[in-house]
């Protein structure tokens, strides 16, 4: 399932608070990570043209998970659907990924991938006092999904690989256990946590890791704890992840009709044509945010 000879695919997230901030990751793992690079991709709600890199737009994922647009509710949940997004990379490419969030930087030599075995990494300090309400709700709902129970570690990390036959393998599991599409298990209920207090939170790389060790724990090579002299996350001072930028990109992708045109800047929707200005606000209840952007 791990293979060392064939590299690694690269899949950098970004939401679009983050562009700025993708050529510095980008440049780090070419000059820090050991193993071969395959393919260098970007999944982003921004419209960007970067040399040699794949660009996804959230939207597209979407649809290719969800054609008919069925989970709208879960779609909406930014952070849940960059999860999602992540649990489903083997959709792109087959082998080996490395995940990584735009604002990571890579800070020296690290290598993932080694005889066959992986290298992964764990946070022992992350179940602090702040996190204890994550690692209890994450517990839970790794319990409902496949009953496994949580390690006294936490795989939340900055960069992690994921094998697509395991992430295909969770599916499975989780289909067989449910006896529905996992995506509807998920909707289903993380749209009814929402209600309910958040009792329940997906963590992708909690689920990986856990699955990981308890079904493939000879595939592991180490597992390390985290260290700035690999990778390290920059605090970045931007917007909420459910507002700004994404949370107007969400919007406008999702009632976007194929004729309309891009608009990645919600001060801009009062450039946009007034039949499309007036079918967001009549019939999809946007309020303008800005003077001038009702339809006469």
Not at 127 to 134: C, E, I, L, P, T
Request: glycine share 4%; aromatic share 14%; hydrophobic share 35%.
């Amino acid at each position: 399932m791990i293979s060392s000879d064939k590299g690694i695919h690269v899949f950098v997230f970004c939401c679009a608070e983050y562009e700025d901030l993708i050529d510095q990751c980008l440049s780090s793992i070419k000059s820090y990570v050991v193993d071969p690079i395959l393919s260098y991709n970007v999944v982003t709600n921004k419209t960007l043209n970067r040399k040699d890199v794949n660009i996804i737009k959230d939207f597209d994922f979407w649809l290719l998970l969800d054609p008919e647009f069925k989970y709208r509710d879960l779609y909406n949940l930014n952070w849940y659907r960059q999860q999602i997004f992540k649990l489903s990379v083997d959709q792109y490419v087959t082998g080996n990924i490395l995940i990584v969030d735009a604002e990571v930087i890579f800070t020296g030599p690290t290598q993932w991938i080694h005889n066959g075995t992986v290298d992964i990494y764990d946070d022992p300090n992350f179940y602090g006092q702040s996190a204890k309400s994550f690692e209890e709700t994450s517990k839970k709902f790794i319990k409902f999904l496949l009953n496994l129970d949580q390690l006294p570690i936490s795989f939340v990390s900055e960069s992690v690989i994921f094998s697509t036959e395991i992430l295909k393998n969770i599916k499975k599991d989780i289909e067989f256990t449910h006896k529905k599409h996992w995506i509807k298990v998920l909707s289903e209920i993380l749209i009814k946590n929402k209600s309910h207090n958040w009792d329940y939170t997906l963590s992708e790389y909690e689920l990986y890791g856990n699955y990981l060790y308890k079904n493939h724990k000879n595939l592991i090579h180490e597992i390390k704890h985290k260290n700035p002299e690999n990778f390290i996350s920059r605090k970045v001072n931007v917007t909420s992840i459910t507002g700004g930028k994404t949370k107007w990109l969400t919007f406008y992708q999702q009632v976007k009709g194929v004729d309309w045109p891009e608009c990645e800047n919600e001060e801009d929707f009062v450039n946009l044509p007034e039949s499309i200005r007036k079918e967001c606000i009549e019939i999809f209840n946007y309020e303008p945010k800005h003077h001038g952007g009702k339809p006469k």
